[in-house]
């Protein structure tokens, strides 16, 4: 029995149709920058699964492990790659249930993609049930939901034997449903919401609004960590920062303490579109949940929501604070998030915030102030930070020329 690799499969991708090799691609491109710390020797399809192979030919559950984190991925298993003699195939069959932990029952599912072999699936079936049956005389089979099923693929010249999987994000490859420009904080929600719309599919451009020069660039490092604990998923190609303080000192100057955070709000969407439209995004992304806090009731999502023309989409609408928590946890953003930081949402905040803002109340409120100029400003002061962890990622190249005028930060 020779080597071990890593059996790739991603049922989601096989819906797709005349997609479906454009999404393989994608999902083998983004397997390789995933996995580029790991001495791998490549990533091939084979049989409606992608077959990662180890420059040793020893695939280990670490390497199985990064694999899970990649969306379009629904499991991955470690296989043993054999040729079709008998003996050897059976031998990986023992090995493979003998790693498969506890268990008390198990079968065998044998496939045969390959009609030049001359045994059938149910004799394969048969003589690796008998050759386990004898490795493990105290275990029982059994075909309705046993512990563990035994896969015996056999491909052309080859047999994969794998026992036990581990389960993918699963989703849908990056870089095969367009760019969004997500609102990312420093808080539990957006970046949930943000690695949500990465699982399917989408190559994610966070903006950040700091309350910078006005409070410390705290929030603005929280957020960078954050992008790099999407690493894994390779989600994100571009953070901007957007130093946001100053101009809510002028906005808290001149509107009504009530209406403030839906006029910070409006702002920081109108410069999120502007930034998305250079970007060649097609909508925004938000962590906003239904009546979570006083800016997220109806009257007050649709009076921000009057600012943009872009769909707004909001992947937390109806989820409760506890799953947000959760899910936090699962993506590895819960501990960055829970280091409190101020940002732009924590400076001049009202006392009494309005809950259900009336729309006419609000556009007499942004034309207390010269709006368009203040978008520009924002716009031109941003600032932005490349990361190399999604390969669909491609700045701006249309409008080079604004996208000039933006400050590069480098690393
Ligand atoms: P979060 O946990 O994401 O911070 P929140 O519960 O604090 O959300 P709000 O402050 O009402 O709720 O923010 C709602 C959404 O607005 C956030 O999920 C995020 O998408 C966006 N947002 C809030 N603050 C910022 C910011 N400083 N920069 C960019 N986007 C922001
Ligand atoms: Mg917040």
Not at 56 to 79: F, M, N, T, Y
Not at 358 to 376: G, P, T
Request: aromatic fraction near 8%; include cysteine.
């Amino acid at each position: 029995m020779g080597e071990r690799v890593c059996l790739v499969h991603y049922h989601e991708i096989g819906l797709k149709g005349k997609n479906r090799p454009a999404f393989e691609r994608q999902l083998v491109t983004n397997l390789g920058r995933a996995l580029r710390t790991f001495p791998i020797s490549g990533v091939r399809r084979a049989f409606g699964r992608l077959v990662v192979s180890a420059e040793d030919g020893r695939a280990s559950s670490e390497l199985a492990h990064a694999i899970v984190q990649v969306p379009g991925v629904a499991r991955v298993s470690l296989a043993y790659v054999c040729s079709l003699d008998e003996g050897e195939y059976c031998a990986a069959a023992v090995r493979a249930l003998g790693e498969a932990g506890e268990f008390k029952t198990f079968k065998v599912h044998a496939r045969r993609s390959a009609t030049t072999y001359e045994r059938h699936s149910i004799d394969i079936n048969r003589l690796v049930g008998d050759a386990l049956c004898q490795a493990f005389p105290d275990r029982e089979v059994r075909m309705h939901q046993p512990d563990v099923t035994v896969y015996v693929n056999v491909v052309a010249s080859r047999v994969y034997v794998y026992a036990s999987s581990a389960v993918g994000v699963g989703g849908l490859p990056v870089g095969t449903a367009g760019k969004v420009v997500t609102l990312l904080s420093s808080g539990f929600d957006s970046p949930v919401a943000t690695w949500m719309v990465g699982r399917r599919g989408a190559v994610c451009v966070p903006v950040h609004f700091s309350g910078r020069p006005m409070t410390a660039d705290t929030s603005e490092y929280l957020c960078q960590d954050i992008v790099r604990a999407f690493e894994p998923a390779g989600i994100v190609g571009r953070l901007y920062v957007v130093p946001f303080g100053e101009r809510q000192r002028e906005i808290s100057l001149i509107v009504p303490q009530g209406l403030r955070i839906i006029i910070y709000r409006r702002v920081m969407f109108a410069v999120s579109e502007r930034i998305a439209r250079i970007e060649g995004a097609k909508a925004l992304v938000t962590g906003e949940s239904l009546g979570q806090v006083a800016s997220q009731t109806l009257d007050n999502i649709a009076a921000v929501n009057e600012v943009v023309s872009m769909p707004v989409l909001r992947p937390l609408i109806g989820s409760d604070k506890q799953e947000i928590m959760r899910r936090a946890q699962r993506i590895g953003t819960y501990d960055i998030s829970s280091q409190a930081a101020d940002d732009c949402c924590t400076l001049f905040m009202p006392r009494r915030p309005e809950t259900h803002a009336r729309l006419s109340k609000v556009l007499e409120a942004w034309d207390l102030f010269d709006h368009d100029a203040m978008i520009d400003d924002l716009v031109r002061d941003a600032e932005y930070l490349d990361f190399d962890q999604c390969p669909s990622y491609r700045p701006p190249r249309d409008l080079s020329e604004m996208h000039d005028e933006l400050l590069s930060r480098k690393r």
